[in-house]
């Protein structure tokens, strides 16, 4: 299996001013294995330490931050005798021993010569319990369930994957059918590591769903373990309403869809916490698209997807029956799987910033505004073959965007102000923007 995100790590590795890198992510999309696979390929040896339990590392770190200390601790525990120019050193599930995470700002400050990799699926949440945090003494990388293009890759079409990497639409169009079938196994399948291995070799849909239904029980066993014991009813029931939050024709979050007379402060605590895991994204609306973005954030107003695609059919129940049922799948829910799929491209696009748009009156919504520090590009998603364009045009009209883009089952067409992209290549966006803008 190969991770796009360890290109990032080999840049990190070089850097002159290298600080201690967190690598960020939920519960199993496969921050552990992403950082032994980069020792065991980049470094003559790897020390991987995991605090969850480890008493004996609780209290090495408890006494002081003496780096010296602390490394011959390390060598004796793991039994390695640590060279910093060779070897890598993994603190896992970090959030466990606060004062490890203290101690980077050490490392870094009189110790840069160690290479020191970290990652806690709990780590957002530590960290808003006050935990101390070296701020600016750290690098961070986000690590996310493996896109579509990682997941041709996983599952052997690379000769697909570069067709999409060239921008090779008359190409991809030949195949368009091979295509159309793999985004459909994406869409049930999704990109959690374990899921798309285990498809891999053994193309067992069954045996996927089994692999899901424990990842999303051991999430549920998170918020009984981890999360504050007040918050922890709430936490499931806002959990469990976000596949009909996103069956809704408007997909605007609704407290009042978790439970009847529901209000936002109630919540807020449970959606943090949700956030915080990486178990959600939460997309905010803009009703003035003017850069940056951010700042014109609606923080009331959003919608609310989930981490992956395949956990997302499995919390519906969706069966594989509707993988050969024509294009069914891609309209399921309003289409709400097909924004789910192009929302998790998007985010795995290092500073791309994403909000959606509706005007004052909602009567025109725009499903995606991205914002790559120079442009502002409305993007439309469309799960069907029968397309219209009318929130877009309406957007056109009042804000002159340089370039509106439509995502949709459609091929590649070029129009005069509307670029048509088809739903394979949503992870190229960035890409494709930049050479389209050179070409107006």
Request: charged residues 25%; hydrophobic residues 40%.
């Amino acid at each position: 299996m190969y991770r796009y995100a360890i290109e990032n790590l080999y840049k990190w590795k070089e850097k002159k001013n290298r600080k201690p890198l967190v690598i960020q992510g939920a519960r199993q999309v496969g921050k552990t294995w992403l950082m032994k696979e980069f020792g065991e390929k980049a470094y003559k040896n790897t020390v991987y330490i995991n605090f969850d339990s480890n008493s004996s590392m609780k209290d090495l770190f408890e006494t002081d931050f003496d780096i010296e200390r602390l490394i011959m601790g390390i060598e004796i525990y793991s039994g390695t005798k640590i060279d910093y120019k060779n070897t890598l050193i993994i603190f896992d599930e970090i959030q466990e021993v606060p004062k490890a995470i203290s101690s980077l700002k050490y490392f870094y400050e009189n110790a840069p010569q160690y290479h020191i990799i970290c990652a806690g699926s709990l780590l957002g949440v530590a960290l808003h319990k006050g935990t101390s945090f070296p701020v600016g003494k750290i690098d961070f990388l986000k690590l996310y369930p493996l896109t579509f293009k990682e997941f041709l890759l996983a599952t052997g079409n690379e000769n697909f994957l570069k067709l999409i990497e060239k921008n090779d639409y008359s190409m991809i169009k030949v195949f368009r059918e091979k295509f159309i079938e793999t985004l459909k196994y994406y869409y049930f399948i999704g990109g959690m590591p374990e899921c798309v291995s285990n498809f891999s070799q053994n193309k067992d849909f069954n045996e996927v769903r089994n692999i899901q239904q424990r990842i999303l029980l051991a999430y549920e066993q998170d918020f009984s373990k981890h999360a504050p014991h007040e918050i922890v009813p709430r936490l499931r029931m806002l959990w469990n309403s976000i596949p009909s939050q996103l069956s809704r024709e408007n997909k605007k979050f609704i407290y009042g869809m978790v439970r009847e007379g529901a209000r936002a402060k109630d919540y807020e605590m449970a959606l943090m916490w949700l956030i915080d895991c990486g178990l959600v994204h939460k997309i905010s609306r803009v009703v003035t698209p003017k850069l940056p973005l951010k700042a014109y954030g609606d923080l009331k107003a959003f919608k609310l997807f989930m981490l992956d695609t395949g956990l997302l059919t499995c919390m519906t129940g969706l069966n594989q029956s509707t993988l050969i049922d024509g294009n069914k799948l891609f309209t399921e829910f309003k289409g709400a799987l097909t924004e789910q799929y192009v929302l998790q491209q998007f985010v795995a696009i290092d500073n791309l910033n994403i909000y959606y748009y509706t005007n004052s009156r909602g009567s025109c919504e725009i499903d995606f505004l991205i914002d790559n520090g120079e442009n502002i590009i409305p993007v439309e998603v469309k799960a069907e073959l029968n397309l219209k364009a009318k929130s877009l045009k309406v957007y056109k009209e009042k804000y002159a965007p340089e370039i509106s883009v439509r995502i949709s089952m459609n091929d590649y067409n070029k129009e005069e102000w509307l670029l048509n992209l088809p739903l394979y290549v949503a992870g190229e966006i960035e890409k494709i923007i930049k050479e389209e803008t050179l070409k107006v």
